[in-house]
């Protein structure tokens, strides 16, 4: 009878823990991102409509349209659940899928159950219509898609004036000269079916297709720190190249063609203290007259700039043992836990210390002898708590000639990794956008990207680190690598934490907030080819110990 109470009170009180623990959760369920799916997608020609259900904990949502090799053709962000969207640069005959993602604003991110992928059937201006009208030549326009199964009209207008409208049945139609010679702006051409435009393009005549260029990094008459410098400009759509010109007063230094609006320079062009001159050009075929520029002067700090400390763990799920980590050889660590300006209220940090609660830590390095200048103010949100479960996205360089020693290392990684309940999602050898899209997907908390290289000159060795920016979440744990294997490569083979500043897709906003990439080491260096045959080991080692610190489980 006894033994038959016990058993009795005991089931009670699993009964009761579990009715507590399901409570609870449900309680607390809307702070935790839940699965949900798109409802509908409706489109009238380039319009569509997109409604999917609410994530109560989501702070903001993420569309993004992807073309067919996963290159990202759109993106928006948004608080609401249901969106319009406008894709006037849809192709005819392209396949797109649309992926939502629902966002944290601490880092953390669900996808949508069921993307939508869809084949734009729509006939559209061709992209390899010329963006020019010639005086005194007929205009080939170039249509993509089947003109023959409706009634399509093409309208031509001017000056907000319709000068012609005419049925389409080809997909190359000509437009004669005597339209648009002689006169100057944008003509715009419109393509319909019955009432509705199902594509539009402006023509210019006389003038620049190329939109205004603007450089916004950095800005006119800066004083720059001596590191590599982030150029980024805006505008300049529509042309067709872009080139970079570096001057020192009136010396040219480098000239060099560029492909996109967001590149790093290395500080090796530049000197303390000196003064120069960025022009960046862009070109529509070549043509001078429709050529647009901008160009910046800034100077060159004459003063180093302290690096920003770093905390020694992911601060989403911290255990409330704060570990401040000052990367330079002086200054002192100055921290708040409140929010406030460390270099005004900071408290001097000396060890490490517990909070028990969430707070936002600030921290910054300060020389006191003011030979250095301060670094930059780290932000943390630390969050107190655990997480279950972790996983890590690692990709491989697609060219890479050492596969055999890179698989080596994740084999290594991965027997390690399930020892701790992280799942390792190995990439399959796909391009850097499939790469990027299929960590997103996969709500991954790392997106790792290991290489070996070879240097243009031959003349680097060493190992390389590389992030977004010292704002970013990864600072800390590229630190943390980057000083782990000081301790294990040769002598002189640390090449240094560098920032990508959005220049590299797998480091910038499109990817997970937590990415990486890694050179171990350059192939065309004896030292370096021979030290990671020989130390293939200790390498993934290294490399899985630091995340393995940094995610609190080792």
């Known amino acids: 009878m006894k033994k038959l109470t016990i058993a009795i009170v005991f089931i009670i009180f699993i009964f009761i823990g579990t009715t507590i623990s399901v409570s609870f959760?449900?309680?607390?369920?809307?702070?935790?991102l839940r699965?949900?799916?798109?409802?509908?997608?409706?489109?009238?020609?380039?319009?569509?409509?997109?409604?999917?259900?609410?994530?109560?904990?989501?702070?903001?949502?993420?569309?993004?349209?992807?073309?067919?090799?996963?290159?990202?053709?759109?993106?928006?962000?948004?608080?609401?659940?249901?969106?319009?969207?406008?894709l006037t640069n849809i192709e005819n005959n392209k396949e797109y899928r649309i992926v939502i993602f629902?966002?944290?604003?601490?880092?953390?991110?669900?996808?949508?159950?069921?993307?939508?992928?869809?084949?734009?059937?729509?006939p559209t201006f061709s992209k390899d219509n010329s963006l020019?009208?010639?005086?005194?030549?007929?205009?080939?326009?170039?249509?993509?898609?089947?003109?023959?199964k409706k009634d399509y009209f093409l309208e031509i207008s001017f000056d907000n004036k319709q000068i012609k409208k005419d049925i389409v049945k080809d997909n190359e139609y000509a437009i004669n000269n005597k339209l648009f010679t002689g006169k100057t702006g944008i003509f715009t051409l419109k393509l319909y079916d019955k009432n509705t435009v199902i594509n539009e393009m402006n023509i210019f005549s006389n003038m620049s297709p190329i939109k205004d260029l603007k450089i916004i990094n950095p800005k006119k008459d800066a004083t720059l720190k001596y590191k590599d410098i982030n150029l980024m400009f805006e505008g300049g759509e529509n042309a067709t190249k872009y080139s970079l010109v570096i001057y020192k007063g009136e010396s040219l230094i480098k000239k060099t063609n560029i492909n996109k609006n967001n590149i790093i320079i290395s500080s090796e062009f530049f000197n303390k203290g000196e003064k120069y001159t960025l022009k960046v050009i862009a070109y529509y075929e070549d043509i001078d007259k429709y050529e647009k520029s901008d160009k910046v002067e800034f100077t060159i700090n004459d003063k180093e700039t302290l690096d920003s400390p770093y905390i020694n763990q992911n601060p989403l799920y911290s255990n409330g043992k704060i570990n401040l980590i000052n990367p330079n050889d002086s200054g002192t660590i100055?921290?708040?836990?409140?929010?406030?300006?460390?270099?005004?209220?900071?408290?001097?940090?000396?060890?490490?210390?517990?909070?028990?609660?969430?707070?936002?830590?600030?921290?910054?390095?300060?020389?006191?002898?003011?030979?250095?200048?301060?670094?930059?103010?780290?932000?943390?949100?630390?969050?107190?708590?655990n997480k279950e479960k972790y996983k890590v996205y690692l990709r491989l360089d697609s060219n890479n000639e050492n596969t055999e020693v890179l698989n080596q290392i994740i084999k290594n990684m991965d027997d390690t990794f399930k020892k701790y309940n992280i799942e390792l999602i190995k990439d399959d050898g796909s391009d850097v956008n499939t790469s990027i899209a299929s960590a997103k997907y996969n709500n991954v908390d790392l997106y790792l990207a290991l290489k070996t290289g070879n240097s243009s000159s031959h003349d680097l060795k060493g190992f390389e680190i590389w992030?977004?920016?010292?704002?970013?979440?990864?600072?800390?744990?590229g630190n943390l690598i980057k000083n782990n294997f000081s301790?294990?490569?040769?002598?002189?083979?640390?090449?240094?934490?560098?920032?990508?500043?959005?220049?590299?897709?797998?480091?910038?906003?499109?990817?997970?907030s937590l990415s990486i990439l890694i050179n171990l080491g350059y192939l065309d260096n004896k030292d370096d080819s021979k030290y990671l045959k020989e130390n293939t080991l200790k390498v993934s080692e290294s490399l899985t110990n630091s995340i393995l610190k940094y995610f609190g489980l080792f």
Do not use: C, M, W
């Open 25 to 32: 959760s449900l309680i607390n369920s809307d702070n935790y």
């Open 35 to 86: 699965n949900f799916n798109i409802i509908s997608v409706d489109n009238v020609s380039t319009n569509f409509n997109i409604t999917y259900e609410k994530v109560k904990a989501a702070d903001s949502y993420e569309i993004v349209l992807y073309n067919s090799d996963d290159t990202v053709f759109f993106s928006k962000k948004t608080n609401q659940n249901n969106v319009n969207l406008n």
């Open 102 to 122: 629902a966002l944290k604003n601490d880092g953390n991110s669900i996808t949508v159950n069921n993307p939508y992928t869809f084949t734009y059937l729509e």
């Open 132 to 148: 020019i009208f010639k005086d005194k030549e007929d205009y080939s326009l170039l249509i993509d898609g089947d003109l023959t």
């Open 334 to 385: 100055y921290y708040t836990i409140d929010g406030k300006d460390p270099s005004i209220n900071g408290i001097e940090y000396h060890e490490p210390f517990n909070i028990n609660t969430n707070a936002v830590i600030k921290a910054i390095v300060i020389d006191n002898n003011k030979l250095k200048d301060n670094s930059d103010i780290s932000t943390y949100n630390v969050n107190i708590g």
């Open 467 to 477: 992030i977004n920016d010292e704002n970013s979440l990864s600072y800390s744990l």
């Open 487 to 512: 301790s294990i490569y040769y002598e002189n083979a640390n090449r240094g934490l560098k920032y990508a500043y959005n220049s590299l897709d797998e480091l910038g906003y499109n990817n997970v």
